[in-house]
Structures are given as C-alpha cells and as structure tokens.
C-alpha cells in the first residue's frame, strides 16, 4: 500500500512539474487511466491516499438489524417476504428476501419438465 501511495505521488509530482499525464503514465509504466484518475483525485482532495470503497456498518443499520431480530422474535413464523416488506413500510429500507435453493430448483425441475433447459444446466 505505502508503495502504490508513493507511486501516486511521483505521478502526481511529475504532472505539477509540466509533464503531461499520459507521459507521466509511461514514464512510470502505469496505465493512462490510473495516472489521469489519480493526478484528478489529489487535485480534489489534496490527497495521493486512496479513496475508501464501501463503508462499515453504520449505527442506523445496526439499529435496523436489532429491530429485524426484535421482529423475528416477537413473531418466529414470520417469512422473508413479510419481514421485507415491514422493512420497507417501518424503514424505508427495501430489502430482497432470501434466495431460496428449495424454490430454485423447483422452477427449474418445471422448465426442464417443460424443455426449456437441459438437465445438464447448473
């Protein structure tokens, strides 16, 4: 990681020194996008650190979680379906109910029954 930090920042400091970005890229023999994408991103946040991707859980979704157990506890025979759509309703968090494999392979018994797909198919 400190490696890829200092490449960003001699890219960097190669473009604020007048070198075009495509020439820093093959200077450094990064690609044209990193160089460009990277010397754009210092330029916005100051910083050659990389951009965090994707987040921890937050306190609200923590909170939502609890409530979610509170449900299924309070009511045990509750299916997914229910439980996303109370979510939606109480929260206005839209949730996809579990995969169901049962369900799956099912439909897919019908279609090959039907010849829609081989047996071969997974």
């Given at each position: ?13 190669l473009v ?64 997914m379906p229910?439980?996303a759509n ?37």
């Open positions: 990681m400190l490696l890829f930090v200092d490449l960003r920042e001699r890219v960097a400091r604020a020194s007048g070198v075009s970005r495509r020439a820093a890229a093959r200077r450094f023999r990064v690609s044209k996008s990193l160089s460009i994408e990277h010397v754009q991103h210092e330029a916005r946040s100051g910083s050659a650190a990389p951009v965090r991707h994707g987040v921890g859980p937050t306190a609200s979704s923590w909170r939502r979680s609890r409530g979610l157990i509170a449900e299924v506890e309070a009511e045990p025979d509750i299916t229910e439980l109370r979510s939606m309703t109480r929260h206005g968090v839209s949730a996809a109910p579990a995969f169901s494999i049962a369900g799956w392979a099912a439909e897919r018994r019908r279609a090959s029954l039907a010849g829609i797909v081989s047996q071969d198919v997974v």
